[in-house]
């Protein structure tokens, strides 16, 4: 009569599916999916130099206008402060559904001003077009990435690399669905870079929330799970860019290509069902489990009340102190910082010497790194590669910026959990391995790009996910959606200094230089167009002398941080999802023994 009862007749085999089916929406590892579904169509910026040249020409730029829009694009993609506050205050869906909305508005009216559908805007107008679509992009990782850390505190490292190597793989992503909806078309990516993340972030905007905290014993297992997944997805990534490159591929094989890409993006949703059938069915054997229970035990009616009595009773004496500590003004705690791996203010944070000296590394290495990959499309044309091996170069860079994000957010937290090994030490080798890149760009090796896209593509990615993660272990969760967009100001301060006012600058003069050699005067609004090794390498010589500077100033980190990665630094995480354990294997008990049709049997 019980199994009868609980099966519910002929329909309860329904009623369970629907249920399995709920819980796979509801469940955290379903949210895992839709945050990286979003974030693989959300790296528009990496992609600017395929359609700069066409902002170029089609405007009358030269190159250091053309590197100020690259650095507007920088200070959007980066300086996410907004986006951190308003998640500290309103639910995610708020902070994707704004993004959303910013992301078709800056993008879709710089397709307007390429195609002429529209005045030719001021170069203000411009910049603030490509600023507001590349802020999107903050928006998007602060609502799915940080959301997610939250999520799984105790994997932050891994979680990071994964979802930030969607992010580095996204380029590759959208340029493989640009070529099978628009074939050759540059100016209409522009036209699918605004329409296709927003769309993306409206289907999911009520999956993607923070969840209490359950510790999993296989949850390192479901993330390499997806891992191999994504390795899967960049390895035919890979052979498809190559194979691209060498033969000349129809709109039907384009859209072959877009369609395998799009089934391995789906791919991880197995993994979620899979997941959240287990969770499933580990719950119903528990609840089973304490309905035998209640079963064979006379149910304790009595027992319920003093519970209640005493849950109401315990949280007053608590709630005085916290008071009292909330009424502490920050200004006068932000220069007594608690010990590092606590909750840090925002302040304490800000005014910090271990977030100064972060800040400074990042700057040098990803400044650099950047520059180089916003440049790839007119370094390889002032060297004499053609247009579609600079489009090769692009989605090596977007291939190898996946791997470098995947691999230090693994090896990174591997090194760490087993051997104790400083997440800095990391960052520190990446910016001296990121200075090969950039030599080879300088001296110009022959066939040398091939190689410096894939270095700098690596190395670029790499930097982020160690940053992050050692952005939240120094300094707490609290107010790590603020403070991970504070660190990501760092691109946009470096950006400008070596893109702008080095690579730029140097750029024109010696474009100048060779338009005087000629005896040509240039013609106002007219592009400006440098030949030759010499456009770069004064200019890349300085770029490695940063992420040098850069990599010195990471040891500093190390050195100061090195007792405290010493230590355990997840236990306090381990502690509360124990907690949370307890209280759900309570509330399940509860549960059960205040069912009257089952004890009734």
């Known amino acids: 009569m019980g199994m009868a009862l609980f099966s ?9 599916t629907m249920r399995l089916g709920l819980q796979v929406l509801v469940g955290r590892w379903f ?9 693989s169509v959300s790296g528009a910026t990496y992609m600017f130099s395929l359609f700069s040249n066409d902002i170029k020409t089609s405007l009358g730029y030269d190159q250091t206008t053309l590197n100020l829009l690259g650095f507007f ?6 300086v996410g402060v907004l986006s951190g506050l308003i998640n500290e205050v309103t639910p995610p869906w708020v902070v994707l559904i704004i993004g959303a909305v910013m992301n078709f508005f800056g993008y879709f009216m710089i397709w307007l001003a390429v195609t002429y559908r529209i005045p030719k805007p001021q170069l203000w107008q411009m910049c603030l077009y490509i600023c507001i679509g590349a802020n999107s992009q903050s928006f998007a990782n602060t609502g799915a990435l940080v959301t997610c850390v939250k999520n799984f505190p105790e994997s932050r490292g891994v979680v990071l690399g994964l979802l930030k190597g969607f992010v580095g793989l996204s380029g590759a992503i959208i340029t493989q669905i640009y070529r099978a909806l628009y074939g050759d078309d540059s100016k209409a990516l522009i036209l699918l870079i605004a329409w296709l993340p927003a769309a993306v972030s409206f289907v999911f905007l009520r999956t993607v929330r923070i969840l209490k905290v359950v ?3 296989n ?18 990534l890979m052979a498809i860019i190559i194979t691209q490159n060498k033969l000349t591929f129809s709109r039907v094989e384009y859209s072959a290509s877009a369609a395998v890409v799009t089934i391995l993006l789906f791919l991880p949703l197995a993994v979620v069902i899979r997941e959240e059938f287990n969770i499933w069915r580990s719950k119903k054997r528990t609840l089973d489990a304490a309905q035998v229970n209640v079963i064979t035990e006379i149910p304790p009616v009595v027992d319920q009340a003093p519970p209640t009595v005493s849950a109401e009773q315990l949280p007053p004496p608590t709630a005085a102190p916290e008071t009292a500590e909330k009424s502490v003004s920050c200004f006068k705690t932000m220069f007594k910082p608690p010990d590092r791996g606590e909750d840090y203010t925002i302040l304490q944070a800000l005014f910090s010497i271990d977030m100064l000296i972060l800040f400074i590394a990042t700057t040098c290495g990803v400044g650099g790194t950047l520059t180089a990959i916003d440049n790839l499309g007119q370094i390889g044309s002032s060297l004499g590669y053609t247009t579609h091996s600079t489009t090769t170069f ?19 937290e591997i090194f760490l959990t087993r051997y104790k090994v400083p997440r800095p030490l990391m960052l520190t080798f990446v910016l001296l391995f990121s200075c090969v890149g950039h030599l080879l760009i300088a001296f110009a090796v022959p066939n040398s790009l091939y190689f410096a896209s894939m270095i700098l593509g690596f190395c670029f990615g790499a930097q982020w996910p160690l940053m992050f993660a050692i952005i939240s272990e120094i300094f707490g969760l609290k107010y790590y959606s603020t403070l991970y967009n ?10 400008y200094i070596l893109n702008v006012r080095v690579a730029g600058h140097l750029y024109d003069k010696e ?10 005067r240039r013609v106002s609004g007219e592009d400006l167009t440098c030949t030759g090794a010499a456009c770069y390498k004064l200019s890349f010589i300085i770029i490695t002398v940063a992420a040098l500077f850069g990599s010195i100033i990471s040891f500093i980190l190390v050195l100061r941080t090195k007792k405290f990665y010493q230590g355990d630094i997840y236990k306090k995480f381990r502690e509360e999802a124990s907690k949370s354990e307890i209280n759900m294997t309570s509330a399940g008990e509860t549960e059960s023994k205040n069912r009257p049709t089952q004890t009734a049997s």
């Open 8 to 16: 519910g007749g002929g329909g309860g085999g329904g009623r369970e």
């Open 31 to 39: 949210m895992v999916f839709a945050s990286l579904l979003i974030l």
């Open 73 to 78: 694009k920088d200070l959007g993609g980066n």
């Open 215 to 217: 510790r999993q014993a």
């Open 219 to 236: 949850e390192l297992k479901v993330f390499y799970d997806l891992l191999y997944i994504s390795l899967g997805l960049a390895g035919f």
């Open 394 to 412: 692009v989605s090596l860079v977007s291939i190898w910026n996946y791997l470098g994000r995947v691999a230090s957010g693994f090896a990174s």
């Open 486 to 495: 504070l660190g990501a100001v760092a691109s946009p301060v470096g950006s």
């Open 511 to 520: 474009a100048l230089k060779q338009l005087e050699a000629s005896g040509v």
